[in-house]
Nanobody, 130 residues
């Protein structure tokens, strides 16, 4: 059984930074697309950044939504089975619940993953004040 547990959420002022972490267990080192998604109140869940599990070295590609391009950075700590999302220059529009997800895939772009597909963590709240 896949288990994903997020941490690192919190409240920051606009322009600040936060790093989210997701510890995963119960799934293989490869063959999964993993990433971060967010959902603001009243809005649909959207992809933020995704990557193929276990292959972050040597130019392997991470995929970002336009909203986070240049501000967000996704990374993996393979030894710790951890997926991180470093967020910089945060704006109030970045507020929401951030979810870690994993889905069986051989592609690193799963930004369009639906919330009723794959495996999801419980979420971490991010609040950015102006």
């Amino acid at each position: 059984q896949v288990l994903l547990v997020e941490s690192g959420g919190g409240s920051v002022q606009a322009g600040g930074s936060l790093t989210l972490s997701c510890v995963g267990s119960g799934y293989a080192q490869r063959g999964y697309c993993v990433g971060w998604f967010r959902q603001a109140p009243g809005k649909e869940r959207e992809g933020v950044a995704t990557v193929m599990r276990g292959v972050m070295r040597g130019g392997d590609t991470a995929y970002y939504a336009d909203s986070g391009q240049g501000r967000f950075h996704i990374s993996q700590d393979r030894a710790k089975n951890t997926l991180n999302l470093q967020m910089m220059s945060l704006q109030p529009g970045d507020s929401g619940m951030y979810y870690c997800a994993a889905v069986v895939s051989f592609r690193g772009n799963c930004l369009a993953l639906r919330s009723d597909t794959g495996n999801w963590g419980q979420g971490a709240q991010v609040t950015v004040s102006s």
